[in-house]
């Protein structure tokens, strides 16, 4: 990939010109690594109502409020089909890994899972008083 701008000094910067219309920010970051998930959470610290991590598809069982009133955890997860990789058919997933030829991914259709969070946010601070995660199975196999 091609050199980008920093998303911690890109991230200050937009949140400074957020707060001049809302209290109330909630950043969505889609990162591969847990660690710079983590570290984003504690530089947003107190600045932000809430850092939500995407991308791994995997909800975590991280949630808390920081010590400054930030809701975080390192990924919300998907909606989509928990009898999958990562919503995938896992045989094509299989397939793929193991012979290295590029199958046309296909989107399973079985344990249809909603996950995320709910967010208790004070609206005059913007500060987080709770967090919890949700998982609603919206079908299930016969």
């Not at 200050?12 to 809302?22: N, V, W």
Request: proline share 4%; with cysteine; glycine share 8%.
């Amino acid at each position: 990939m091609k050199h980008l701008d920093c998303p911690f000094r890109i991230g200050e910067k937009e949140i400074e010109a957020l707060r001049k219309e809302t209290p109330v920010i909630i950043v969505d970051f889609h990162a591969e690594a847990t660690s710079e998930k983590m570290a984003m959470g504690w530089f947003l610290n107190g600045k932000v109502s809430a850092v939500l991590g995407t991308h791994t598809h995997v909800q975590t069982s991280d949630e808390r409020v920081l010590n400054e009133g930030t809701a975080y955890i390192t990924d919300v997860g998907m909606t989509g089909p928990l009898d999958s990789v990562i919503g995938i058919r896992k045989e094509i997933a299989l397939e793929r890994l193991l012979t290295q030829i590029p199958w046309k991914f296909e989107v399973a259709t079985e344990e249809i899972e909603l996950q995320g969070v709910v967010i208790e946010v004070d609206p005059e601070t913007g500060k987080s008083g709770d967090i919890q995660r949700i998982r609603v199975p919206l079908n299930k196999r016969s």
